[in-house]
């Protein structure tokens, strides 16, 4: 899965971004410089107010809707695809690692296989709080470059254990923190270069995890087959390598606009910017979000639905390869799931555009129904072809989820704290998606079959998505306390204003009539 990067990368407060709007009422000036300064004080002076406010009453830069902007968005699928292609395509290396690591000898080892997967992905949401911060501090290009590096450092050095226990530290920590720090910047720097286009580039960014599910799977099924898992993790390294790369188009945009604005040349303006660049947010945590009653049981329903969501990822390729006893079509289910979660982000992103304020997480309530009853009838399915049917219904409601979670957060806390209304929600679901997939694991290992976890994989959405029913009911019970509460305000403030008019008027009468006498 991968979340839709439209409203966090138009509203994400970079600062990157942060200095290019005019500078709020009753900014103080930079402390120093006074009218009694020397000429280059204030001139140094008058450069600063441009540097970081721009003119009284600009309108911020729009950004150039292309030219540079289309590499970047080539980059972000790339992005995109690298890393959760590689996650969702994850049950081809379960199996690779069962086979590699595996022993007779032990009966735990789904469950300590599954924990590998499942870690790696729980991590890459845990981390997006965090990264949101570095993002702020330190830009886009600088977090996405560092964050390739760690993850290509992570998954070498998983090609060469002996077990699978290190797994845990090198593909479950180091190579998912690095992907997360290479993530999240992706989702930042679209709104830097786009605005009118942002719907058509976020699209094709999103498809980018969706062809790399449907083509990376037969891709790793051929290499662990030819070559074997730790060889398979080597060539991955390339991936890695062209996301280093990719990191590196991220180019600021901020810099050069304000050179073509202002046309300021100099080293007092460039050191200037960077210590504009590199000053810490205001507010790093924003946990305030967590008083809007509607957000938090979002935040609530979202992780309680997810707690079997990543299941089938993880453990289909190997639940096929049991009960169909069909090695050559066994990674077909995950390109069914992955084909038509790009058709369903499509669908229902265009969809969402004409369902009215909070109702849109109904949308996300049907879309946890029908995953939950698709994951309880995946033990149903006597033949292959019906499992491929489940699959695709599955991967379109998944595409449903995932394409109206922005526009979601951006109904219920507003433009100015989306971005980390989302970093939040993201954190809060790699718990349930973390541990998830091990305890299907468990299951399997001790009841011999995958039956009771997929059943029990399909309750949690049911109940996620009931919580969610409340979310209108309570958004709408607030919007008429607080409408109740703005017009009374207002009613108190007109009765004011007609009383300090007649006192006004009054007065004047008194006065006229005082110097008639």
Partial sequence: ?????????????????????????????????????????????????????????????QPPEGGWGWLVMLAAMWCNGSVFGVQNACGVLFVAMLKTFGSKDDDQMVFKTAWVSSLSMGMIFFCCPIVSVFTDIFGCRKTAVVGAAVG?????????????????????????????????????????????????????????????????PFLLRFLTDNVGLLHTLRVLCIFMFVLFLAGF?????????????????????????????????????????????????????????????????????????????????????????????????????????????????????????????????????????ALIAVCLIMGLFDGCFISIMAPIAF???????VSQAIGFLLGLMSLPMTVGPPIAGLLRDRLGSYNVAFYLAGIPPLIGGAILCFIPWIHNKKQREINK??????????????????TSSSGIFKKESDSVI
Wanted: aromatic share 10%.
């Fill in 1 to 61: 899965m991968v979340p839709s990067p439209a409203t966090p990368a138009a509203t994400q407060g970079t600062s990157e971004t942060e200095s290019l709007g005019p500078a709020p009422m009753g900014a103080a000036s930079p402390p120093g410089l006074g009218p009694s300064d020397v000429p280059e004080a204030a001139a140094e002076k008058v450069e600063v107010e441009v540097e970081l406010a721009g003119p009284a009453g600009a309108d911020p830069p």
């Fill in 411 to 417: 109904e219920l806390v507003g433009a100015q704290d």
């Fill in 152 to 216: 290509f450092i992570g998954l070498m050095s998983s090609s060469f254990v002996s077990s699978i226990e290190p797994l845990y530290l090198t593909y479950g920590i180091i190579f998912a923190c690095g992907c997360s720090f290479a993530y999240q910047p992706s989702l930042v720097i679209l709104g830097h270069y786009f605005k009118k286009r942002l719907g058509l580039v976020n699209g094709i960014v999103t498809a980018g995890s969706s062809i790399f599910t449907v083509l990376l």
């Fill in 249 to 385: 188009t991220y180019r600021p945009l901020a810099s050069s606009v304000r050179d073509k604005e202002s046309g300021i040349k100099g080293g007092n303006r460039v050191s200037l910017f960077s210590r504009r660049k590199f000053s810490p947010p205001k507010k790093i945590f924003n946990f305030a979000i967590f008083k809007v009653t509607a957000y938090a049981v979002w935040a609530v329903g979202i992780p309680v639905a997810l707690f079997g969501y990543f299941v089938p990822y993880v453990h289909l390729v190997k639940y096929v390869n049991e009960r169909f006893q069909d090695k050559s079509n066994e990674e077909v289910v995950l390109t069914c799931i992955g084909i038509t979660s790009g058709v369903g982000r499509l669908l229902f992103g265009r969809i969402a555009d004409y369902v009215p304020g909070v109702k849109k997480v109904y949308l996300q309530v049907i879309s946890f129904f029908f995953i939950g009853v698709m994951s309880m009838m995946i033990p149903l399915c006597s033949v292959f072809g």
């Fill in 485 to 502: 509460t703005t017009g009374g305000e207002k009613t108190e403030k007109m009765l004011e204003n007609q009383n300090s008019l007649l």
